[in-house]
């Protein structure tokens, strides 16, 4: 079985920080990326950021230069860290993993979802 175990989420002013924290536990073969998605109210789930394992980032157009993602260190963890965040970033952020298992074999997997509130 894998999971994926968000924290860091929370109510934050305009132009503040948070941090997202994403670790993977399991029976984990490789990871060949992760990454963050977020999804408002009435709006569709988008990416935010994702880091492969060779270390390739992409990123959202509305979060390039304000938003960070790192990680693949030996604890199977990607960070998010959210900087000059904004009320428009208020959504629900979920973390995803393309990984294998040796049972499964190569599939995507989700976190349950860390809800950020950015508000005054």
């Known amino acids: 079985q894998v999971q994926l175990v968000e924290s860091g989420g929370g109510l934050v002013q305009p132009g503040g920080s948070l941090r997202l924290s994403c670790a993977a536990s399991?029976?984990?073969?490789?990871?060949?990326?992760m990454g963050w998605y977020r999804q408002a109210p009435g709006k569709q789930r988008e990416l935010v950021a994702a880091?492969?394992?060779?270390?390739?980032?992409n990123y959202a157009d509305s979060v390039k230069g304000r938003f960070s993602i790192s990680g693949f260190n030996a604890k199977n963890t990607v960070y998010l860290q959210m900087n000059s965040l904004k009320p428009e970033d208020t959504a629900v952020y979920y973390c995803n993993a393309d990984l294998r298992t040796i049972v499964v074999g190569r599939k995507d997997y989700w976190g349950q979802g860390t809800q950020v509130t950015v508000s005054s």
């Open positions: 399991g029976t984990i073969f490789s990871i060949y990326a």
């Open positions: 880091i492969t394992s060779g270390g390739s980032t």
